[in-house]
């Protein structure tokens, strides 16, 4: 399965609201989307699970949202710590898959 | 806090086996899958396979005749080989831990270089 985010990159100030978009090459049953942050030099770290659901800890200003083949996460305040790479993966069936990637960069 | 920390050689030859260790400290791989993933330089994430607590395996197709996935029974280690190395596998490879499915704790990341 091919994932493709869009944009791959995304200009923003601190404050405002970033989407970022994941689109499947074929649908996926039980929204099996995890999203993932990457800070420079850092491991990712998991968002979002199965779409919509926050992993531990993750400020509720992520949010992840989709069904079929088309996923979405939103940060509605970017905070200075936002800027970074996101991926979105499936767990839908073998080998999983990552997209491409997203980097959200300060304007 | 669940911990995981990754050994092994950084440097190889063209030919040699990449063999890397994750080993879970603050908790184990009971009920749980590790996974390897890797990102080569300037480039995306790339799922390598999994090994599961029971000894499920999955591994990626495009690499499937070079891998094994090994578990300690004590269920706190887990080996990644990698046969064959060429440069296409230089990466930054991590192991993680998950449900066999997303993943929720991450290695630091251990990079590897194949070079003659």
């Known amino acids: 399965i091919v994932l493709t985010q869009s944009p791959s990159t995304l200009s923003l100030s601190p404050g405002e609201r970033a989407t970022l978009s994941c689109r499947a090459s074929q649908a996926l049953r039980g929204n099996y989307v995890a999203w993932y942050q990457q800070s420079r030099g850092q491991p990712p770290r998991l968002l979002i699970y199965a779409a919509s659901n926050r992993a531990t800890g993750i400020p509720d200003r992520f949010s992840g949202s989709g069904s079929g083949s088309d996923f979405t996460l939103t940060i509605s305040s970017l905070e200075p710590e936002d800027f970074g790479l996101y991926y979105c993966q499936q767990y839908n069936s073998f080998p999983r898959t990552f997209g491409q990637g997203t980097k959200v960069e300060i304007k | 806090q669940v911990q995981l920390q990754q050994r092994g050689a950084g440097l190889l030859k063209p030919s040699e086996t990449l063999s890397l260790t994750c080993a879970v400290y603050g908790g184990s791989f009971s009920n749980f899958y590790c996974t390897w993933i890797r990102q080569a330089p300037g480039e995306g994430l790339e799922w390598i396979g999994e090994?599961?607590?029971?000894?499920?395996?999955n591994y990626n197709p495009s690499l499937k005749s070079r891998i094994t996935m090994s578990m300690t029974p004590s269920k706190s280690e887990v080996t990644l080989n990698l046969a064959s190395v060429t440069a296409a596998d230089t990466a930054l490879y991590y192991c993680a831990r998950g449900q066999g499915f997303y993943m929720d704790v991450w290695g630091k990341g251990t990079t590897v270089i194949v070079s003659s």
């Open positions: 090994l599961s607590y029971s000894g499920i395996n």
